[in-house]
């Protein structure tokens, strides 16, 4: 039976925050994304996130972790590779805001005299503007499932706020559930989980003119019935309504744990629609997978942010879903390329190897010497972005030659291997960009289409001749070296439809060395692992054998 809803129906579910960060709101939403589509409904998850820069493509990744790109080319925060990886739709710009693009939008709308000389306000402007973010482009989906950044009592969140408290009244109850997503701490000397957080949580959500309907508490431990009972007491919520968020070993058994605690039920239940069809197949069987008994390697990522793992979010994930398909375990071996002396030492203890993307001049060389070592060792290497274009340097300077072979992303160069493009072609448009422009505007962003050599290491990792892979950078690599360099052995087995710009190079003397403009872990999913990470892997553990 088909429980596909009209679209005059759409479902909208919030789900708030709590208690405190880092909870796992995006993971909450995904998984609830993922518990949907079992039971046969279409989902669109989206992410409004309270701070003031337009999109997060230049704030550093201490601060807000990788930057995770759709195919349209919108720069969004990490949650959204959290809802592709568990749903498998591809997200678009609709589906991700951030205040400060709500604000940019209503401030360019009173320049050109659109509010008629009205005064423009916090209400209705802005919250207007925040609901029309949320009701568009939802036609054609079942759910849509809004996770709210931030914590509830945050300032800057007060206006998501407001605009999801008006929503129910617009859409009526029916249409509309908002999920409060908190944290009940275990405290040692009393010997129990605390709810008195939660209570003045829901609370505060209260003054906001919220009722949340229900209560998704996070858990190093199981919940007590009478803690249970006293919550959905406190918080005015149906005790079935209150339900356990437990911690988990790996992030893709929360679906079935969530399940397992009636999470999908209830929702299907306040919405009072069908329960009846469910296929938990796809989910039983990545746990079958995780579980499995497996032979182990190390992967190691040489990087520059290593301080905060968060920043390399979808390669570890990529890694994980070629695990599963590999019956492997990956242990992940971060590596800081800022430190030159022990790097090399550390890439040494490693079955294969990924060289990161990044920006900027700082640890630069370590990258370089990784490369170089690499390539002499014949250990398996994944070069994405940066690592492709340091892994053209490494071969000019120390193959060819080429001693002052540099980008101009570092500064004045006399041999520019890679430099700055500033015009390119995208759907049979020319997209053109200046040096001078904002930082968020120069870059190739997006899926962009690849054209593989047959023969190729590429072509036999990919199996076909053609793909389309997801791009983040400013800088492109200077073709005139191409013959020297496939002399060497060094051939660029992937390149734009126009011939123009490198996609993909490989060593044809190297087991398993390539490297790519784009960044492919973006696209890899625990049911449909990236083929290159799967490659990278499969090598890795031939290598350690």
Not at 48 to 76: M, R
Not at 335 to 355: F, R, Y
Not at 357 to 378: M, N, T, V
């Amino acid at each position: 039976m088909d429980h596909s809803l009209s679209t005059s129906e759409s479902k909208f579910i919030f789900i708030t925050g709590g208690v405190s960060s880092s909870l796992g709101k995006g993971l909450s939403a995904a998984s609830l994304g993922a518990l949907l589509q079992c039971r046969g409904y279409s989902v669109r998850i989206r992410k409004l996130d309270p701070y003031l820069n337009i999109d997060p493509g230049t704030l550093s990744p201490y601060q807000h972790g990788e930057v995770f790109v759709t195919d349209d080319g919108t720069e969004a925060d990490l949650d959204l590779g959290h809802y592709e990886r568990f749903t498998g739709v591809n997200a678009k710009g609709s589906d991700y805001c951030t205040t400060g693009k709500i604000y940019s939008t209503v401030l360019s709308r009173e320049r050109r005299g659109d509010y008629l000389g009205a005064t423009v306000q916090v209400i209705p402007h802005i919250t207007d503007q925040m609901k029309a973010f949320i009701l568009n482009e939802t036609d054609d989906v079942d759910f849509v499932i809004c996770e709210i950044g931030g914590t509830v009592g945050d300032i800057e969140g007060l206006p998501y706020l407001e605009a999801i408290r008006q929503l129910k009244n617009d859409l009526g109850q029916e249409r509309v559930m908002f999920i409060h997503l908190t944290l009940l701490p275990y405290v040692s000397t009393a010997g129990e989980l605390k709810t008195k957080p939660t209570q003045h949580s829901v609370k505060e959500l209260l003054r906001s003119g919220i009722q949340a309907d229900l209560l998704l508490c996070r858990s190093d431990r199981p919940i007590p019935v009478d803690a249970k009972k006293k919550l959905a007491q406190f918080c005015n919520v149906p005790p079935q309504r209150v339900i356990a968020a437990l911690d988990a070993d790996n992030i893709y058994k929360v679906p079935l744990q969530y399940h397992a605690e009636g999470f999908d039920e209830q929702i299907c239940k306040y919405f009072r629609i069908p329960t009846e069809k469910l296929d938990l197949s796809v989910w039983e069987d990545i746990v079958k997978k995780i579980d499995a008994n497996k032979n182990s390697i190390t992967i190691g990522i040489v990087g520059k942010y290593v301080q905060l793992p968060d920043a390399y979010k979808s390669i570890f994930q990529a890694l994980q879903h070629s695990g599963f398909v590999n019956n492997l375990n990956i242990d992940v071996k971060l590596i800081d390329s800022e430190d030159e002396i022990n790097c090399i030492q550390e890439i040494a203890l490693c079955d294969g190897v990924i060289v990161a993307g990044g920006f900027g001049s700082r640890g630069i060389q370590g990258k370089i010497d990784a490369i170089q070592y690499l390539r002499e060792q014949k250990i398996p290497t994944l070069g994405i972005c940066l690592g492709m274009q340091l892994s053209i340097i490494e071969a000019c300077r120390n193959l060819l030659g080429i001693k002052d072979a540099s980008s101009t992303e570092f500064g004045p160069t006399t041999e520019p291997v890679v430099c700055l493009m500033t015009e390119w072609l995208k759907e049979n448009s020319v997209e053109t960009r200046t040096i001078n422009e904002d930082l968020g505007g120069t870059m190739r962003l997006g899926a962009y289409p690849c054209s593989i050599k047959q023969g190729t290491l590429a072509e036999k990792m990919y199996g076909t001749t053609t793909i389309s892979e997801r791009h983040r950078h400013r800088y492109e690599i200077n073709l005139k070296y191409k013959d020297k360099l496939k002399e060497q052995g060094l051939i660029f087995s992937g390149l734009s439809p126009d011939g123009q710009l490198p996609e993909i190079l490989e060593y044809t003397d190297h087991p398993w060395f390539i490297a790519v403009q784009f960044h492919p872990e973006l696209k890899s999913k625990p049911f449909d692992p990236h083929p290159l990470f799967v490659g990278l892997t499969k090598a890795a553990y031939e290598h350690k054998k």
